[in-house]
Antibody, heavy 120, light 107 residues
Framework: QVQLQESGPGLVKPSQTLSLTCTVSGGSISSGSYYWSWIRQPAGKGLEWIGRIYTSGSANYNPSLKSRVTISVDTSKNQFSLKLSSVTAADTAVYYC????????????WGQGTLVTVSS | DIQMTQSPSSLSASVGDRVIITCRASQSISNYLNWYQQKPGKAPKLLIYAASSLQSGVPSRFSGSGSGTDFTLTISSLQPEDFATYYCQQSYSTPWTFGQGTKVEIK
């Protein structure tokens, strides 16, 4: 059974770049059956889709974040990554990585989530 | 962006109750509608995909219906482990968007 695990700094200073990695185990990130995605959730609030990437490296982003977001994939390490630049306190949230089945486009597996706080 | 609106935002119910949560899309999304359950401090868990398909391992008391713009999630007999927040999500077009959530609390 596939497992996803987020990793990265839990504290980022304002104006800096947030960087997170999602490591996939129990399955290959190179499978053509899935997209790999990031979602975030501020404390006490709802879920916001950040973007997705396919194994080929083709990515789509939420327009609300597009100018600041980069998602990349490293098939040799079975990982995909998120970079969010010029962060502010509004980017403080739990960040989840998730797998998306391409046929029906639902998030079928999620990481446990990692809290990133933006503060000086 | 497609806006997803859930109702109610919260509800109180007793064990054994039938619970219905609705989700409305701002435009037609065919059946590209998924439902998730989230418990405090945990990642969301997929319950229903493609509006009415039950995810493997999810109890049959959960069911989904609808197409176009109006969808429902039904819990036929609420169990203690079902007290959680439920989210709908459209995958018809990017940016994929979620409803604001419905918190199911114990009466």
């Amino acid at each position: 059974q596939v497992q996803l695990q987020e990793s990265g700094p839990g504290l980022v200073k304002p104006s800096q770049t947030l960087s997170l990695t999602c490591t996939v185990s129990g399955g290959s990130i190179s499978s053509g059956s899935y997209y790999w995605s990031w979602i975030r959730q501020p404390a006490g609030k709802g879920l916001e889709w950040i973007g997705r990437i396919y194994t080929s490296g083709s990515a789509n982003y939420n327009p609300s974040l597009k100018s600041r977001v980069t998602i990349s994939v490293d098939t040799s390490k079975n990982q995909f990554s998120l970079k969010l630049s010029s962060v502010t306190a509004a980017d403080t949230a739990v960040y989840y990585c998730a797998r998306v089945l391409t046929i029906s486009l639902h998030f079928d597996s999620w990481g446990q989530g990692t809290l990133v706080t933006v503060s000086s | 962006d497609i806006q997803m609106t859930q109702s109610p935002s919260s509800l109180s119910a007793s064990v054994g109750d039938r619970v219905i949560i609705t989700c409305r899309a701002s435009q037609s999304i065919s059946n590209y509608l998924n439902w998730y359950q989230q418990k405090p401090g945990k990642a969301p868990k997929l319950l229903i995909y493609a509006a009415s398909s039950l995810q493997s391992g999810v109890p049959s008391r959960f069911s989904g219906s609808g197409s176009g713009t109006d969808f429902t999630l039904t819990i036929s007999s609420l169990q203690p482990e079902d007290f959680a927040t439920y989210y709908c999500q459209q995958s018809y077009s990017t940016p994929w968007t979620f409803g604001q959530g419905t918190k199911v609390e114990i009466k």
